[in-house]
Nanobody, 116 residues
Framework: QVQLVESGGGLVQPGGSLRLSCAASGSIFSIYAMGWYRQAPGKQRELVATITSSRSTGYADSVKGRFTISRDNAQNAVYLQMNSLRPEDTAVYYC??????????WGQGTQVTVSS
């Protein structure tokens, strides 16, 4: 069993930056693939970025070059550095853990709003 708690969301102007954090507890964090997903109002949840236990990363085309995912196994944490934010990045961002993409465990989400 894994518990995930996101933090770091908020309101930011276009072009600004935010860093999301996800704290994990309850199991052996280092073996899990981790990911960030987002869901905007009226839209389906979508994959944003993933990182494997060996730190291989993957990104949605819409965020490549702007977002960076990282993990700290010693701290049981995964991060999403978001730069050059756009209004279309506005969504609830969810942390995810499992054996691959769209894993079994989800956090409660953190709201990111990009607006002037």
């Amino acid at each position: 069993q894994v518990q995930l708690v996101e933090s770091g969301g908020g309101l930011v102007q276009p072009g600004g930056s935010l860093r999301l954090s996800c704290a994990a507890s309850g199991s052996i964090f280092s073996i899990y693939a981790m990911g960030w997903y987002r869901q905007a109002p009226g839209k389906q949840r979508e994959l944003v970025a993933t990182i494997t236990s060996s730190r291989s990363t993957g990104y949605a085309d819409s965020v490549k070059g702007r977002f960076t995912i990282s993990r700290d196994n010693a701290q049981n944490a995964v991060y999403l550095q978001m730069n050059s934010l756009r209004p279309e990045d506005t969504a609830v961002y969810y942390c995810n853990a499992g054996s691959g993409n769209w894993g079994k465990y989800w956090g409660q989400g953190t709201q990111v709003t990009v607006s002037s």
